[in-house]
């Protein structure tokens, strides 16, 4: 090696300052190259815990996300609630419906307790108890969060099996009524 490096200096192909440039690149190669060549422990188990680290987060984020998104649905819920909220207009006739389980009753008129039969109005959960909203804004609220929704009866419509009731024209007596 030394005997090429002096027949280029004496050819003058090369200077002395290039000669020791180069035995420095690769010096500095060489060395570079013993620890690069091996992987160092170390190395590998602080990509590890880099890796395991970015994956943590990314998971975090994600719940973060979800907590946030379900939030959004929640708030959009209430005020759909809050804007289409009907009053409760409190009558004699009682309608009963579960709500977990639980069988809870509600005095109301008859205008409002046919509507809630016929599946017009539905029964929310809201922020101050119970409420009435129409048929298509439970709609809405059961596509986001069905959980609010209490009572949602289907509309009687022409393929109504009772529709020609032999018995339609009797009179119920009240206390068959649920």
């Known amino acids: 090696m030394a005997g090429l490096r002096d ?3 004496k050819s003058g192909l090369v200077n002395e300052k290039q000669v ?11 060395r570079g190259q013993g620890k690069a060549g091996v992987p160092d422990e170390e190395a590998l188990r ?5 890796a395991e680290k970015l994956e943590r987060d990314r998971q975090l984020n994600q ?5 946030a998104d379900r939030k959004a649905l929640g708030a959009q819920v209430r005020q759909l609630i809050e804007v289409h909220r009907q ?5 004699e006739i009682p309608f009963s419906f579960t709500d977990d389980g639980k069988v809870k009753k509600l005095m109301l008129d008859t205008k409002t307790r046919d509507q809630l039969v ?12 119970y409420g009435f909203v129409p048929r298509e804004t439970a709609e809405k609220i059961l596509q986001r969060e069905a959980a609010y929704v209490i009572l949602l009866n289907e509309p009687a419509g022409q393929d109504d099996p009772f ?3 032999p018995y ?3 009179q119920v007596p009240d206390d068959l009524i649920w």
């Open 63 to 67: 719940q973060r996300k979800e907590a």
């Open 46 to 50: 602080r990509q590890r815990v880099q």
């Open 20 to 30: 020791k440039k180069a035995q420095k690149e690769k010096h500095k190669e060489q």
């Open 118 to 129: 016929r599946g017009q109005l539905a029964i929310v959960r809201g922020d101050q108890g």
């Open 163 to 165: 529709g020609d009731d």
């Open 87 to 91: 009053p409760i207009r409190e009558g």
């Open 168 to 170: 339609a024209d009797y």
């Open 7 to 9: 027949q280029l200096l």
